[in-house]
């Protein structure tokens, strides 16, 4: 099993930065695929980017060119670098780790993008 905890989040203006990292304890780190989820209110939880355990990354249409997904199975950590952010990217962001049929997420941080 595997526990995540993220942090990073917090209040940007439009077309700020920000990174958000994960944590993760337990086992084996390295043979999980890493995920970036948001949800916003009102919406459905959405997949943001992902990162296999081998290291191939996907996103979201939305985020294409703005985010960037990386991991350091040594660190057994996950981060999302998120630029040019826009209002519509304000949610709940959720760190995901999954190995086959198992799941585990993280407690949630908010990114809040205003003016």
């Known amino acids: 099993q595997v526990q995540l905890v993220e942090s990073g989040g917090g209040l940007v203006q439009p077309g700020g930065s920000l990174r958000l990292s994960c944590v993760a304890s337990?086992?084996?780190?390295?043979?999980?695929?890493m995920g970036w989820y948001r949800q916003a209110p009102g919406k459905q939880r959405e997949l943001v980017a992902r990162i296999t355990h081998g290291g191939i990354s996907d996103y979201a249409d939305s985020v294409k060119g703005r985010f960037t997904i990386s991991r350091d199975n040594a660190k057994s950590t996950a981060a999302l670098q998120m630029n040019s952010l826009k209002p519509e990217d304000t949610a709940v962001y959720y760190c995901?780790?999954?190995?086959?049929?198992?799941?585990?997420w993280g407690q949630g941080t908010q990114v809040t993008v205003s003016s």
């Open positions: 995901n780790a999954r190995y086959v049929a198992y799941d585990s």
């Open positions: 337990g086992s084996s780190f390295s043979f999980y695929d």
